[in-house]
C-alpha cells in the first residue's frame, strides 16, 4: 500500500477527515499480507510528527533518508511541486509487524491518539492552490478535463 500526501486538513474543524488514523493503520495492517509494505509521505511536519509516532506501533517503520531511489524526481504531482518550492519533504516505510493479529491490532487501534495536530505553514498556501485547481477540474465537462 502507498500513500503519497495524505490531505492534512488544516482547519481544526475539518481535523476529524484526516485519514492517517490509528483505525486506518490497523486497517492497513489487516489488508497486508504477511511482510507486506507501507509506504508513506508527506511534506507537512505536523503531520509526519503524528505519523512518526503512530505508525511503528503497526509496522517495522524506518524514514527514507532523501528521495525514492527509483524515482529522484518525485513520484507524485504534489510531491514534485513541493520539493519545487522548497518544502521538505517526509518519506518513509515499514514491513507489516506479524507478532500483531489483526484483531488485536483493532484493539490497540482503540488506545492510540488521533490525529489532532495544529497545522500551519509553507504548505497551507500549496494546499489551497491544489484544492482551487481541482474546483476548477471538476467544473470543466468531463471531455475538457486534463
Known sequence: VHLYHPQPYH????????LVTPHFLADVHRGLRPGGLFVIQTDNPDYWAYIAQVVPVF???????GPWPDAPEGRSRREILARQRGLKVFWGYGYRRDDIAPEEARAIAETLPLPTFHSQGPWCELD????GENKREARRPRWQQR
Open 11 to 18: 482547519d481544526p474543524r475539518k481535523a476529524h477527515l484526516r
Open 59 to 65: 509496522f517495522a517503520f524506518q524514514e527514507q533518508l
Open 128 to 131: 489551497a492552490l491544489e484544492a
